[in-house]
């Protein structure tokens, strides 16, 4: 796990973990990192002083499994309950949010610029919590 500073272009600065430090780079690419305080996605690295070896901080035992399996438990939520559109969810997003196409929940895949476009139209868009890795991707 590694932690960032952080900051949004609004100047609103926060902290966020990541699994690796190439995470950040992915997360930003696919459009899946906003502001906590104003939900702008264009949020930057900040400069952070080096952590110096050392103990870790305690950590609550089971605390990383309770979080993947609450993911988990959502993303089972949507994906039972919710209707797939596949790579047409920026579409059918916005026809949603528009009044032409009946209101319900949807998920899909939509590229970074499409996901960009929605939040600056104001079509509320959330990222669906990943899938837990099989049991070959655990290290």
Same mark, same amino acid.
């Given at each position: 796990?590694?932690?960032?500073?952080?900051?949004?272009? /609004? &100047?609103?600065?926060?902290?966020?973990?990541? &699994?690796? /430090?190439?995470?950040?780079?992915?997360?930003? @690419? !696919?459009?899946?990192?906003?502001?906590?305080?104003?939900?702008? $996605?264009?949020? +930057? %690295?900040?400069?952070?002083?080096?952590?110096?070896?050392? %103990? +870790? $901080? =305690?950590?609550? =035992?089971?605390?990383?499994?309770?979080?993947? #399996?609450?993911?988990?438990?959502?993303?089972?939520?949507? #994906?039972?309950?919710?209707?797939?559109?596949?790579?047409?969810?920026?579409? #059918? @997003? +916005? +026809?949603?949010?528009?009044?032409?196409?009946?209101?319900?929940?949807?998920?899909?895949?939509?590229?970074?610029?499409?996901? %960009?476009?929605? !939040?600056?139209?104001?079509? =509320?868009?959330? $990222?669906? $919590? =990943?899938? @837990?890795? &099989? %049991?070959? #991707?655990?290290?």
């Amino acid at each position: 796990m590694i932690r960032y500073a952080l900051a949004c272009d /609004s &100047g609103h600065e926060f902290e966020a973990w990541f &699994g690796d /430090s190439t995470d950040f780079d992915d997360q930003s @690419a !696919r459009g899946l990192l906003t502001c906590p305080l104003c939900d702008s $996605p264009s949020v +930057r %690295k900040q400069i952070m002083s080096p952590a110096i070896a050392g %103990k +870790r $901080p =305690p950590t609550e =035992p089971g605390a990383r499994s309770m979080m993947m #399996e609450v993911m988990g438990r959502v993303r089972a939520h949507v #994906e039972e309950n919710f209707d797939y559109v596949g790579d047409g969810f920026a579409a #059918e @997003a +916005r +026809r949603i949010h528009h009044g032409s196409a009946e209101a319900r929940g949807i998920y899909g895949e939509a590229s970074a610029d499409e996901v %960009k476009a929605l !939040r600056e139209d104001g079509v =509320p868009v959330a $990222p669906l $919590p =990943p899938a @837990a890795p &099989g %049991k070959s #991707e655990i290290h």
